[in-house]
């Protein structure tokens, strides 16, 4: 029996194969992150921490740097949050969290494979019905062998999506940048070495529970493999320095995010569940352990970025996405029909509930998500609250307040809700967003340009109001479906 090993040391090797290939470790100059537009976005963490420069040629310089007086309460907030998510892991590792009886530990092990093969992870986002349909369509799916599965198109866009993220080093460099000690570590202050962390008083050791590993006998196409949260590769106990890899931001929840948006693209009229899904994916690093809650907001900011990018700039991307949207529509079209669904995806979608009650369903809660998932009303919630995990705005820390209160859409965002809203202009569609995004001035928000105020999930769920003319005059949230209706006339 064959036992596949994954973890974040695939996604770690096939970075250093694309960014180095022909260059030794020992010939390979030292980039200047600070430039990186990934650090940019996430510029506002230098107020709370100083970081140390890492060389990647000695393991002491990593995970170095100092709390700042101003980061002193906002970063000891962020202590406490893993803390208490990663608790909850813990208290609740023997209940069920979905309908196949799994716990959250369980499907936090399961997420971190996510890189490994994108098309075969927990889609179950969808609901039962719709979540087997699409994972039977992608069954036969291989880079090899990518003609011979039903929905081709679906697959090369969501393997486009994983291509840019790993090509474009995505959280890479920001992670070597900021350099932040991961929260399991054992002595986070370093303080027997030679290079010191000042904390200002934070625990040195966090109350944080490994999670252990386990095998997976049902895992992606009935294989079976080892499910880790690669705690030893990650902090370099390993044994090497490639996989060392930095808490801020987090680069599992950027592909979550990635992968979510380019599914939400495809199929938005389940936006609001397949995002809340990679909400629950990123809040899962909280639950083993590896990642604080700003590495989580800081990763979703990434991720948003991301794909809007390739939306704007990449005409082969936005292709891609029209031919995988096609595609779906009319495979589940098919499905839907020969099961007596309903001869369309919308009427498919209400007759088996799944943007409702038999919908995406977790009932894991923790400090920040209190309330479990079992319709699109509480996906909404849970998705809402994770966008800024119990913090309260960043002044109240100490922290930046915001330069406006005005809503800030970042340019070309509008493009992430062109197949929702299709016959919305992009100026309508920026109104949307303005509508739904959540108040100014949490943390990150001054250097996200917007991103970290974008809330997607309401967007898509939005039942937009025009007059005659077109122009907007209603916005409501939690709408089954994204839709745009024409105000009544006045009789």
Same mark, same amino acid.
Request: no cysteine; net charge negative; charged share 35%.
């Given at each position: 029996m064959k036992i596949l090993r994954t973890s974040v040391l695939g996604l770690a090797c096939a970075t250093a194969l694309v960014s180095s290939v022909g260059v030794s470790p020992a010939q390979a100059a030292q980039p200047d992150e600070s430039a990186d537009p990934h650090v940019a976005l996430l510029s506002e963490y230098n107020r709370y921490w100083t970081p140390k420069p890492f060389d990647k040629q000695n393991f002491d310089t990593a995970f170095r740097g100092d709390v700042t007086p101003q980061g002193s309460k906002i970063l000891a907030r962020n202590d406490e949050g893993v803390e208490q998510i990663?608790?909850?892991?813990?208290?609740?590792?023997?209940?069920?969290?979905?309908?196949q *009886?799994? /716990?959250q530990q369980w499907r936090a092990l399961r997420d971190a494979t996510m890189f490994t093969d994108p098309l075969?992870?927990?889609?179950?986002?969808?609901?039962?019905?719709l979540s087997k349909y699409v994972a039977e369509g992608l069954a036969q799916c291989t880079p090899a062998n990518v003609h011979s599965c039903s929905l081709t198109h679906v697959a090369r866009f969501l393997w486009l999506t994983g291509f840019q993220e790993v090509t474009k080093k995505s959280t890479g460099p920001a992670k070597k940048y900021f350099n932040y000690p991961r929260p399991y570590l054992a002595d986070r202050s370093f303080a027997d070495s030679g290079n010191p962390n000042n904390l200002r008083g934070f625990k040195k050791n966090l109350a944080i529970a490994r999670v252990p590993s386990r095998i997976d006998v049902n895992h992606k196409r009935g294989g079976r493999a080892l499910l880790t949260a690669g705690y030893d590769l990650m902090? *370099?106990? /390993?044994?090497?320095n490639l996989t060392v890899s930095q808490a801020f931001p987090s680069g599992h929840t950027t592909a979550a995010y990635a992968y979510g948006l380019a599914m939400a693209e495809i199929l938005p009229e389940l936006g609001p569940e397949i995002l809340t899904r990679a909400s629950e994916a990123g809040n899962n690093r909280a639950v083993l352990g590896v990642h604080y809650p700003m590495d989580i907001?800081?990763?979703r900011i990434e991720g948003h970025s991301n794909v809007f990018a390739a939306l704007t700039t990449n005409r082969l991307y936005v292709a891609s996405l029209k031919a995988a949207r096609t595609e779906l529509m009319a495979y589940l079209t098919r499905r839907c029909e020969a099961d007596g669904h309903g001869d369309t995806v919308q009427a498919c979608i209400g007759n088996v509930g799944a943007n409702d009650k038999k919908g995406y369903y977790n009932t894991f809660t923790?400090?920040?998500s209190t309330t479990p998932v079992v319709d699109r009303a509480s996906a909404l919630k849970a998705y809402r609250a994770r966008m800024t995990y119990g913090f309260d705005k960043a002044s109240v820390y100490g922290g930046p307040a915001p330069a406006t209160t005005a809503p800030v859409v970042p340019a070309g965002a509008e493009n992430l809700l062109g197949t929702a809203f299709p016959t919305l202009s992009d100026a309508?569609?920026?109104q949307v967003l303005a509508a739904t995004e959540i108040d100014a001035g949490y943390a990150l928000d001054s250097s996200s340009g917007g991103w970290q105020r974008i809330n997607l999930a309401a967007a898509m769920s939005a039942k937009?109001?025009?007059?005659k003319a077109g122009h907007v005059v209603k916005i409501e949230t939690g709408n089954l479906k994204p839709e745009v209706v024409s105000a009544p006339q006045a009789s």
């Open positions: 990663n608790k909850a892991g813990v208290d609740e590792a023997s209940q069920a969290a979905d309908r *009886g799994r /716990s075969q992870e927990d889609n179950d986002s969808l609901g039962p019905v902090d *370099g106990a /390993s044994g090497t907001m800081g990763g923790d400090s920040v309508r569609r920026r937009v109001t025009v007059d």
